[in-house]
Each structure stands twice: as C-alpha cells, then as structure tokens.
C-alpha cells in the first residue's frame, strides 16, 4: 500500500472513528484499569446500542439531504417508552403487541413528519421541532404528568441479561439493525435513492428517482428507530421516565457526524455511525471515571466535538 | 502601455484543465472582446482577474504593476467590476439593495439614506427605461423580475461601482436586440471616459459591432488576438473550432422512417406558447435559435420537469400526460441535461449508482442485482467509450466529457425510444463529442427518435436531420434539406428582432 | 387584491405574525379581563423579555442563514458569571457595574467563539453551536453548580421598578427595539442578508461575509447575554440551567416571526412577535382553564400550525 493511500484511508471518518475508540478505550485502561474489562465493555456496549439505534434513523434522515435532521426523536422515545410499559403491563404475554403498536404509531409519527417536509416542505429543523412539542404535550395528556408503566421482565433480560456468549440480545439486535441498514443502504433501489436525493435532488428527480416518497420514508423510519430505542430503553431502566428520552436528541446527531456521514447529506453510512455512537459512549464513561465533576465532563465533550469538526466538518471555500 | 495585462494564466479545477497559460492584455478607452467556445477557459479567466477565482500559475499586472487579489473585494478596490453570467444579484433583496450592495448612500449619522439609495436606483434605472419593461423600480424584488431584467440590473450594479476596468461576461445573453443596443449605447459612453471593457459574447455580429479588439480562446490558451478591422469573422471561427473541421453535414448512416413517434399539439407552459410538431422515429430534430428561446422548456415540459399549462402529447399513437419524470420515463422517454452539474450526475456517488439509478427506478425492483446491472450497462459504457478507473470511483473524479457520457448511458441502459437531449455537449471536448455523434447515428438506424437542442449552431446543423427554429417560445421556422445552414438559422432566430447594421 | 397582498407580505415578513399576535391579545383579554391593565401587561413583558432578547439576537443569525443552538447555554453562563460576580464582590455598586460589564463581555467572548468557528473556520453551524452550547452550558455549572446565591436588592427591585414612570422592562425592550432599529439601518444589516440570501454573489460582490457572520453571532452573544441579566433581575438569583429551554424556543419565535431559516427574509420585530405569541399561547391556555393534562398538546399543536402556516407564506411570497 502506497504512503498516500495509507494517508488517504487514515483520514476516512470511519478510520478515525475506529482509531478513536481504540485510543479511548486504552487510556481508559491506563487511567482507571478495569475499564477496558470485558464486562466493562459489554455495559459500555449496550448503552451505546441504545444510542444507535436512534442515531439509524438520525443516519437516514441526515443522508436524505435538504438539511435533513430530526429533532423530535428524544420525544418519541419517551412517548414509546411510555406506551410500551403500559400495554405490556409487565407481562411477556402482551411483549409483541406492545412492540407491534409502538412501533406501529412513532412509524406514523415518523410519516406525519415526512410529510410535513416534503408536501407543505417545511425545513426539516422547524417541522420536526415542531413535532417535538406535540410529541411531548401528547406525552403530557396521556400521563396526566406522572409517569407510569414497567417493562415485561423478558423484555429487560432480553436488553440486560447475557443471551449469548456473554452477550445482552440488544446487541445482537443492534448488529441486526447495522447488517440490515447497511445492506438496505447498499443494495437496495431505496438505498440509492436516499444516497441520490442526498447528493443531488434536481438531479435524482431527473433520473426518475422518487424524491418525495424517498424523503418521507426517511423520517417515517427515523419514528420507526426512536420508537425502537424507546423499547429498549424501557428494558435497560425497567420503569418509565418522563423525558428519558430527551438525552438522546442531540447525541444522535453527533453520532451520525462522528461517523463520517455529512450533514450535506448524500455521504457516508450507518457503520461509522455505530462506530461514533461507541465514541460518544466510551468519552462520556472515561470523564464519568476520571472523577471528573459533570462541568469538566461537559466542556472536554464540546471541546472533542469541535475537534472533530476540525478534522472532517467544514465547509467548501467560496474561492475556488 | 495596456491598463491591463494577464500573462501565463494557469488554472485546474480537479482534473481538468481549465486555462493552461492564458495571455491577455487590455487597452483603456478599448473594448476588447473575448470569444470562444464553451469550456474554454474564459470565464474562468475573467473570475481570476476579478479576484474570486484563485489562479495556479501565472501573473498579473495592472497598470504595470504585478497585483494578486486574494478576493473580490480587493479587485473591486482596484476598480474592476464584473458582471457574471451566472449574475451576483440576491433574488429576496430589491433592485436598489442589489445595485448598491456594499455601497449603499449614508447619512452624515453613518445610517443608510433610504431615500437617497431608492432616487439613486430610480436615475440608474433610467437609462434603460425604455427597454426594461414593466414592473422594474427601485423597491422590486430581483426574484419577481424576468432573467433580462436580472440581467440589465446586474449591468447597472456592475457600473454603480464606478469601476474603470468592466468584465460582461455573457451580459447580453437574455437580452433582446433593444436592450442590447441600449447596452451598447453605455458601453460607448464608458469608453468614452476612458474605461477598459472585457465584453464576452457567443454572438459574432455583436463583435464586430462594439468591439476595438478580439481575443479568441481555445481549451484554455489564448490562440488569436487581433484588432477587430484586421480579422474576419471566418479567422475567427477558424481560431475558435482549430484544426478540427465543424461536423459540418455529417455523414449519416441512419434514413429516419415514416412512422411517427412523437406528436406535440398546441403545448403550452412556462417560455412556451403553442407549439406544435411532428417527430419520426430514427429522426434527429434539432431545436435551435437564440439562447433560451423555448428549445429547453420543450423537452423538459415534454419530460414532465416543466408544468404543462395547454396542450397534447401522443407518444407511438398513445396520449401521454407528462406529471413528472417517472411517469414519463415508463413510456420509454429518456431526458439528459448538458447541466451536468446540476441536472445530471450525482457527483460525490459512485459511477456505477449513477449508471444504474434510472434502470433501478424503471425496473421497480427492490434489490440492487450489481453483477446484472453490471453487465446490462456494459454495451452502453463500451459504446460511448467511457473512460474510468472503476465503477466504484466517484464521478466527479471523471472530466466533464466522461461525466456526460455517465448520464447518457444511464438512460441508454432504460432502451428510450425517445431520447431529450438538452444540449448534451456543452462544455465538453471534440473526441466526446464525436463519440455522442455516432452514438446518436446507431440509435437512430435502431429506431429511436431524439430531440437535439444545441447552442452550438454548427453541431445542430450539422447532425439534425430536420431544425425547428424557436423564437419567443414559438415554432418560428422548419428548415429541412439545404436550409440547414446558418444564414437560414440566423434569419428565422432574429425574424422578431432586426438583424445588426 | 392578491398582488396587494403578496407585496404587503414582501415588505412585512412579519405581518401573519402581527395578525395572529392581535388574535391571542384578544382571546387574552377575554379569557383573563385584567389581561389590558397596564400592571399586567407589564408582568408579562416582564416574563416574555428573555425570550424576547434571545430571539432578536438568533434573528441576525438567521438572517445570514446560519443558526445559534448555543444562544440558551450562553443565557445560562452569563446569569451565573454576574450573579457570581456581584456575590463574590460584596453587591456594592461597584459589583453590579461589574457584573453588567463582564456578564456583557462573557456573552461576546462566547459569540466571538462562535463565529470564529463557523465564519472562519468554515464549520457546520448547528453542530458547531451545538457543541460549544455544551461548553459554555459546561462553564455555567462550573461557576455554580446549582441554582442559587443572591444579588442585592438594588439590583432586583431596580429591574422591577419604573425609571421615570415607565417600568424598567419596557425600557430594555424599548432600547432593544431602537438599537435593533439602528442596525436595521446599517450596510452591515444589507451585507448580512445577502450574505444569507445567497453567499456566493455577497462574496463576489465584495461583501466581507465571514466578518459579516462573526458580526452576527457576536450580536446573538450579545442579546443572549442582555436575557442573563434580564433573568438576574427576574429571579434575583442564579441558576446554571436557567437558559436551556431558551434555544429552542428562540429558533421558534423566529420562524413564527416569518424569518426564513434559509436567511435573507425577515426582521427583528418579527421575532419579537413570535417571543410574544409564544408566551401568550402559554396565557391563553392557562386561562382558558384547559385541563393541566391538555395543556402541552394543545400548545404544540398550535405552534407547530403557526410554524408550518408561516413557513407555507413566507414561500409564497419568495416563489410567486
């Protein structure tokens, strides 16, 4: 391999953000050892599992181009946590249809969104911020402000508990997504159409691509991935929060620009945003070991994203 | 000594070659006009010498001295204005705020004169008045004005700086024969005064008409410049097209048949007002006339990309309602856009989504079947001669000539029996060129019926079996048989507008 | 008829949201009768001023079609620093004249961040200003970790009190109106929304536009830090979360204010209507005597109509 392409695949996104998790995950060991344990890693693991399935629909959405970005998932995921617990009730027997409506109506939250974007083409920023406060005012009505609603247990073991080779399911699920997305984005007519309304809308309409349906499944599945994550996050916390899904709004997004996929849209793909997730995750844990008071957590967090912005976040020169 | 002076000018764009050592030097009091065909760097040149444009080798010298204007904003204090053909107006703000961005009128308290900017916007639009049409004053949008109107207020914006050195690039293109002579009318008075006027123009008669010197440029070098009364329009063209002869009355293989393929009644939309024809299949009719007459609108209502407001279209005998590119598309339509830019590739995408996105979207199949799809595009990547490193390089590695040759065979790999082309070989090389020639020849022996609108008049001409003439967004001329020639053109395109003395 | 209007719409970007700020006045003063007494009326200027402030200084940055998602973490560090500072030097006159000036200069230095990384650095702006917002949110829990100390009550009773018989609020709203009329005024106003109207052309025009976007994001640190000290004033203590809902809410008066995200459109007495009618949609259903549960639904769904209908006129006044 020649210096240049050694250069060339050092500076890919995907590259850094693996060479990053690595670096974390030793000076973790060198700060604190255990960190980088094995069972260290599985936990670590498995709170990023939860951000990437969030981030998946992030990913979509970000990839579809028009300034895409959806700022309405922490609300879903807090609306779909809730709804979970409550039709399930704790017991396994009600687990599927408890999945099946929460998936069913963040899907349709998803779409109503998409739709918003493409028919009346409302900003991306503004409409699925909008969707946020019903999203949360709904979340108000149907609590009545007080949380209620518990995992069925084999949800939980299914989210926590070794299920193979030591391994939680929600990784296995995780890996599941990060297969089937990749091969969707990949392989598939849609896939390419994401990438072609992306890079060039004008253009991909031109070339026959269906650019408003693409868009609005794009959202309707960053619903479908919010609602997910609020299942598995009633598993990981076994009762309902109000607003436990708020924590997870922005992270997603960095996730996704940590992964190397462009904010323009059009470049990028969902195994670097599994990798950024493990980046974020792991950076968070380190400050959280370091002892480090939550201030000094906060600021070394923004200061390593403006980092990284450095190293793949900027924008074309107006002089060419 | 000239005002200015731009010698071994060098520039690359990626991996093209935009100006490989380009001279130019410029008298005051002079106008000088700078020529030559799409892609040859004189654009590029132009935005050097204004400062937003970075050049890679080369010097400058302004009054004899060497400048390197690192923005615009400092070629501006040079005093050199341009006008873009691409225009530097912000369509939201109104005729005034655009004239005078950046030097608008204050008040002793530093605060902008309000008044003072919209009476002096009201005494700049005066001088163009009477050709400017309705619905022009000061407190107008830009956005609400038509693209000749865009075009004399990027005019007055360009001279509201006072500038004495003045790049028009393309600044009469929209423009109709009267407001070109009102153009032309200040452009004197300028000279008068003692400015320096770089006037770049596809239109030969304009040349002769205001220009003291010509400058012809060709794939980025500078190969003729002379005073205008020691050239010809023939040396000219000459100089502008090379040792490569103009595909003058190409040979043709294909004999187009007697069935109709394409019937257009009475189409009405956007820049088109009834417009009605007839094409065969295996015929190549060309779209001609000046820029921007209607030839473009045509084949993007005909693809659905332009809404339709009147108007029929029968496609093999069968009614077609052309909502928009995909339905289109399943009747065997197939559009590309010379914007490839815009219209046409996905550039930072692999060649090979891009060759397969339109063949994906007719299919209607779910999963990409690569090897298949592969093997369906080859003839057409063969055909054209496409030349790439791998399919999974990204277009924009590609020159521009290749770039259109991508989204050529994406639609070839749909079998079209309709082919738009939307002056497919803007910007883009000889050998190219002739390759998307003779593609055009086998299509038409296969059957297949294309609309060709060009604006290179010589290439129209030369391979069009049949040129329909726009003017105004109507039919204005069919000229067949020995009528291909440019006089014939010429006289139909300017019917409306009275040829230059 | 529908010319008039469409030109009236052009000169006015505010008008649907003058229109619907008439209507909630109305309902207001029906719902809750006091609502025109001029003690009211000033208790909810008093309340609204915050948001207010933030919203007039995201405006600029809207306007040059950029975004300040740190606008609210800036609120936050700016209360804590002056309350601090007035705390830690005794509340002294002299300490509240310090206070004031370094709250005002945190607020600029903190904008100057901004604007460095965005305009020179060519950052992407949401994640750009996401990321600083942690880091001054960051700062602001480093300078107090939890709300409270206390400013003297000079400073307090001066906020609330008159100043030649006009309240104090008023007059910091009304010096906000008149400063923003000033810079309305100015060659940098015209430079900042070509430069968000189409950047390409401002840059060839010659408009210095990344000096134009600093300017722009040193103007939103400045009215952001204007709502800390506003908020000292209000609660007469300091608290490091105070601004962190105010981000959001301001990107939401300013689109209700008819400023299109994409930039150049727009004003400031815009989004000091939608900093309005955001607080009044808040009075409306608290006195419309809805169910509590009811509440955050309706309240949504009335924004995200206002968000949708202003972004569905302002289109139409840019494409007809």
Known sequence: ?320 | MPILEASGIRKQFGGVVALAGADFSLDAGAVHALIGSNGCGKSTLCKIIAGSVAADAGTIRLDGNPVSFSDPQEAAAAGIGVFYQELSLVRPMTVAENIYLGREPRMRTGLLDRDALRSQAENALEQFRSVIGTGVHPDARVADLSADQSQLIEILKVLAANPRIIILDEATAALDRNQVDAVFHRIRALKADGCAIIFITHRMDEVFEIADRVTVMRNGLTVLSQPIGQTSHDEIVAAMVGDVMPPARRERKHVPAQETALEVEQLSAAKLAGVSFKARRGEILGLGGLHGQGQSALLRALFGALPLKAGSIQVDGKRLAPKGPRTVMRRSIAYVSGDRARHGVMAIRPIFENLVISLLSRERRVVVQTERLERETRPFIERLKLKFSSLQATVAELSGGNQQKVVLARWLATHPSVLLLDDPTKGIDIQTKEDLYSTMDELCSQGVCILLHSSDDEELLGISDRVLVFNGGRIVAELTGEQRNRQALYEAAYATAPAAA | MKSTLRLSGHRHPYLMAAVVFLVLCVVNAILQPSFLKFGVATSNVAAFLPMALVAIGQTYVVLASDIDLSAGAIVSVVNVVVVSIIEGMGGTGASIAAGLTLGIAVGLICGAVNGLCVAYLRFQPIVTTFATGIVFAGFALWVLPEAGRQVPPEFYLAYAGTVLGVPTVLWILLAAIAFAGVIARTRFYQALRATGGNIQAAYQTGVPVARVRLRAYLLSGLFAALAGLALVGETASGDPLIGGALTLASVTAVVLGGTALSGCIGGVAGSILGAFILGLINNVIFFAQLPFAWQGLIQGLIILAALAGGVVMARGRQET
């Open chain 1, 1 to 320: 391999m020649t210096q240049a392409r050694m250069l060339a695949l050092l500076k890919r996104p995907l590259s850094i953000a693996i060479l990053a998790i690595l670096v974390l995950l030793a000076g973790g060991e060198l700060l604190s050892p255990g960190f980088a344990s094995p069972r260290q890693i599985v936990t670590l693991l498995t709170i990023a599992a939860l951000l990437g399935v969030v981030a998946a629909g992030q990913n979509l959405v970000i990839l579809g181009g028009r300034e895409g970005i959806d700022l309405s998932v922490g609300g879903i995921i807090s609306f779909a946590a809730f709804l979970a617990g409550n039709v399930m009730q704790q017991q396994d027997a009600y687990l599927l249809q408890a999945v099946g409506t929460v998936l069913l109506a963040t899907f349709c939250i998803g779409l109503v969104t998409g739709l918003g974007v493409t028919w009346l083409r409302i900003p991306p920023l503004v409409m699925t911020l909008g969707m946020l406060g019903v999203v949360q005012g709904g979340l108000v009505l149907l609590t009545r402000g007080v949380p209620s609603g518990r995992a069925a247990p084999m949800l939980s073991r299914i989210v926590s508990e070794p299920l193979l080779l030591g391994l939680p399911g929600i990784l296995f699920i995780w890996i599941l997504i990060g297969v089937v997305l990749t091969l969707v984005l990949r392989r598939t007519t849609f896939g390419l159409n994401v990438y072609a309304i992306g890079t060039n809308e004008a253009a991909a309409a031109l070339a026959g691509v269906p650019v408003r349906l693409t868009r609005t499944l794009l959202f309707a599945l960053s619903g479908l991935f919010a609602g997910l994550t609020g299942i598995l996050l009633l598993g990981y916390t076994e009762y309902v929060f109000i607003g436990a899904g708020d924590q997870y709004m922005l992270p997603s997004i960095i996730a996704v620009v940590i992964g190397g996929t462009s904010l323009a849209g059009g470049s990028g793909g969902y195994i670097g945003t599994m990798a950024g997730a493990i980046v974020l995750i792991l950076l968070q844990s380190i400050l959280t070991t370091l002892n480090i008071p939550p201030f000094g957590r906060q600021i070394v967090f923004g200061v390593t994203l403006l980092g990284l912005m450095l190293l793949y976040g900027r924008q074309r020169r107006l002089r060419g």
